[in-house]
């Protein structure tokens, strides 16, 4: 099975009947993301007529007011979807409930045994949609209960431990119980629909990797800002902040895509080994570069369209010096991408939510005509990772007509709601097929992982030895002016897109 999927596409891969287990099944992903994700690969005809979905949490409920939930949910998170009673009384004979407190040694796992099938030539996968301190013992007590089947599979949702110590311990004591062919960490940006047509893009353009290297490339920038605050998060997000929530795995994993040498094939395997290079030639950062090569941010109160909106330290209830905004220069040590940085920049409650990545290409050796007081653009191919999936090459073009050599600077652009009329899948459709395919190249490996949280952690402590203080930005914008600083003393800009 490779790396890449075919789930949106008319010919839809068949999977065998399957059981999926979700722990923490009244949370928020669960009800949020995973039932819904499940309902819309049955509405597709992917959930083969045997399969069961069996909710578990410590709530004490029935069948049938669990299926309640989750429509009650359903409903609420997607307003826009119809769904008839009908249509839901179909899907929800697949659903069942058995409350459960998985983390303690005596708990009655008799109601959850009782609900999933005999049949242990059945694909058996559990979800722990659970916080990473509690991985270890679940997966002990599901296995003393005799639940873990032949070839059952678990899957780890991040954050995988909070630093590199508590993710080798997580590791450790979900890997006492499943072989790492069984784990099933989930990074769901690997899910998306964008984020799988990078090694598309890549290596099945031959105009592209001849000059994907330093020699040609000046720069890459990846952006991923949201314009949802902390809100109800914040508890957890206060223990966390933006390099842990977000750039230890979605915008790392990104880089690993833009920056990996040409796999040998789509193999789950091959892929990995490409990114874990890239992971190991990262520079380190360190108190030595702390201050040049990172800034970090916190929101305060501000207007997003037009709505006043609160500060960080007021959704959290009191203040804190954690991040919501974070900018990174990284670079990279290796042949490909010596002297290239790789800049990095993610927050909360920022003007527009928008996932970018920018290949910015060198400028021309000479120039020979230039816009009127100002510089000549240079080319950049602008990869739109959400909303408005697409992609654009922006080029320089002579203006059309007379007047001489005026020049404008103009996208080559691929938008993917003109250009395919295909339903985009939610990044867990797509995951969660996977998980029961098998197919591991979607998902984060241990030592993966664990490389990511290193280079993290040398971030983590020179920001503890590091006197300045968090800057605040002003909700709404584009975080804070120390972060276009940082480039600045570069040289370059963020790119944002043409003035409009
Ligand atoms: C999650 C983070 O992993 O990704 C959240 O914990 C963040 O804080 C979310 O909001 C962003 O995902 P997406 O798919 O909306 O870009």
Not at 222 to 236: C, D, K, L, M, Q
Not at 349 to 369: D, G, W, Y
Not at 443 to 464: G, H, N, P, Y
Request: charged content about 25%.
């Amino acid at each position: 099975m490779n790396g890449l999927e075919a789930d949106s596409s008319p010919q839809l891969l068949p999977v065998n009947a399957f059981d999926i287990v979700v722990f923490g099944a009244a949370g928020d992903l669960a009800l949020r993301k995973l039932i819904p994700a499940l309902f819309h690969r049955w509405r597709d005809g992917q959930i083969p007529e045997n399969s069961k979905i069996v909710g578990t949490s410590r709530a004490q409920m029935s069948d049938d007011e669990f299926r309640q939930l989750a429509l009650n949910s359903f409903r609420k998170f997607h307003p826009a979807e119809k769904v008839d009673d009908n249509e839901w009384a179909s899907f929800s004979g697949h659903i069942f409930y058995a409350g459960l407190d998985a983390t303690s040694a005596d708990a009655n796992w008799a109601p959850l045994r009782e609900r999933l099938d005999d049949d242990t030539s059945k694909q058996r996968v559990f979800y722990l949609a659970l916080p990473p301190g509690i991985y270890g013992s679940v997966c002990q007590n599901l296995d003393k209960a005799g639940l873990k089947s032949d070839g059952a599979r678990i899957v780890l949702e991040k954050p995988i431990g909070k630093n590199l110590e508590t993710a080798h311990e997580v590791n450790e004591a979900v890997g006492a119980v499943f072989e790492e062919h069984s784990i099933f960490r989930i990074d769901h940006y690997l899910g998306k629909e964008t984020v799988q047509n990078l090694i598309v893009l890549r290596f099945m353009n031959s105009l592209l990797e001849p000059v994907w290297n330093a020699n040609v490339i000046d720069h890459v920038q990846i952006t991923v800002a949201e314009s949802i605050g902390a809100g109800g998060r914040a508890s957890y997000y206060d223990t966390a902040g933006a390099l842990r929530d977000m750039v230890q795995n979605h915008l790392m994993q990104l880089l690993c895509l833009v920056a990996m040498e040409p796999p040998l094939d789509l193999e789950a395997d091959t892929i990995r080994d490409e990114k874990i290079k890239v992971l190991r030639a990262l520079r380190p950062i360190t108190a030595e570069n702390i201050r040049h090569a990172t800034v970090r941010g916190q929101y305060e109160e501000g207007a997003l369209q037009g709505e006043a909106v609160p500060s960080y330290a007021s959704e959290l209830g009191n203040s804190s010096s954690i991040e919501t905004f974070v900018a990174l220069k990284a670079n990279i040590d290796n042949w490909r991408w010596k002297g290239t940085p790789f800049y990095l920049r993610t927050g909360k409650r920022m003007r527009e939510r928008r996932s970018e990545i920018i290949i910015q290409f060198k400028n021309v050796a000479h120039t020979l005509a230039a816009p009127e007081g100002d510089q000549l653009q240079p080319t950049r191919l602008v990869i739109r990772l959400q909303p408005d999936e697409g992609m654009r090459l922006m080029l320089v073009t002579k203006d059309p007509g007379p007047g001489g050599m005026r020049l404008r600077y103009v996208p080559l652009n691929l938008s993917y709601a003109d250009a395919f009329s295909a339903r985009y899948p939610d990044a867990y459709e797509r995951l969660l097929m996977a998980v029961v395919r098998g197919n591991l190249g979607l998902f984060m490996r241990r030592d993966e992982v664990e490389a990511a949280w290193k280079w993290v952690d040398s971030i983590l402590d020179a920001w503890s030895g590091d006197s300045t203080p968090i800057h605040k930005y002003a909700a709404g914008t584009d975080g804070p002016a120390q972060a276009a600083m940082m480039l600045d003393r570069d040289n370059r800009e963020w790119f944002d897109g043409l003035p409009t």
